[in-house]
């Protein structure tokens, strides 16, 4: 994290810090805890040389539900214990799924005026959490609301509430096992049917996998 991006995060500190949230240096990214897990807000970076050379940022917001992601980082998709705690259920990125179609979230720090275009930023993301932000928080802070989203689409390998398949499938199809166990079967048939045909030679591992998750999940439940 460079100097401009420090810079803006202790313009951003007032007002998230108001709604809960901290910075956590050792992440970058402010965290707000929740009975399900956590909120987060975080951001990309690109440098570019245009303009003199600027700092691109695109934002991300995530909410993570412990009991679905400790079930799906039992798949061992992500290495190591601590990088598994702060894995999230659905993340949105705004410079690719932008909320309102046509419309650019992304924010924009010039070398020369770093200053200014620092102020403008947090401007820039309180305006957009005030706008959308904070409703998606409240939204995914429902189980049934995850599960309605990654979801839909099933037949999708870009998506808004978490950009990778198969990845999204074990989180669509967790968070339904907790949320509407009676919806399962059918998304695990609907989604290998998908995987046939655009990652054939991964059927069997997503396959699996899938076993590997609703026995993880029957038994997570089980000690509940």
């Known amino acids: 994290m460079n100097n401009a ?7 951003l500190l007032p007002t998230l810090s108001a709604k809960g949230f901290k910075w956590l240096k050792t992440r970058e990214m402010f965290i707000r805890k929740e009975p399900h897990g956590f909120s987060s807000l975080s951001w990309t970076s690109h440098s570019t040389n245009d303009e003199g050379g ?8 995530g909410v993570r539900h412990d009991i679905v992601d400790d079930v799906v980082n039992e798949l061992g998709l992500i290495y190591g214990d601590d990088n598994k705690k702060f894995t999230t259920t659905v993340a949105r990125g705004l410079s690719l799924f932008p909320f309102k179609e046509g419309k650019d979230y992304k924010q924009c720090i010039r070398l020369v005026s770093v200053d200014a275009d620092v102020q403008n930023a947090a401007s820039g993301i309180v305006s957009i959490l005030d706008e959308d932000g904070w ?3 409240e939204r995914f802070a429902s189980l049934s609301e995850c599960a309605k989203g990654l979801n839909d689409p099933i037949e999708s ?4 509430l978490y950009n990778n398949f198969p990845r999204r499938a074990y989180y669509g ?6 949320a509407d166990n009676s919806q399962v079967t ?12 655009v990652q054939p030679n991964q059927y069997d591992q997503i396959s699996k996998r899938f076993d590997q998750l609703i026995a993880t999940a029957q038994s997570r ?3 509940a």
């Open 54 to 61: 600027r700092l691109e940022l695109g934002l991300v917001l």
């Open 5 to 11: 991006e420090k810079a803006l995060v202790e313009q």
């Open 135 to 137: 409703q998606f928080f």
């Open 173 to 178: 199809v967790a968070s339904a096992f907790f």
């Open 221 to 223: 439940r089980c000690e």
């Open 186 to 197: 059918g998304l695990i048939h609907q989604y290998l049917e998908f995987a046939k045909v």
């Open 157 to 160: 390998k870009t998506h808004p």
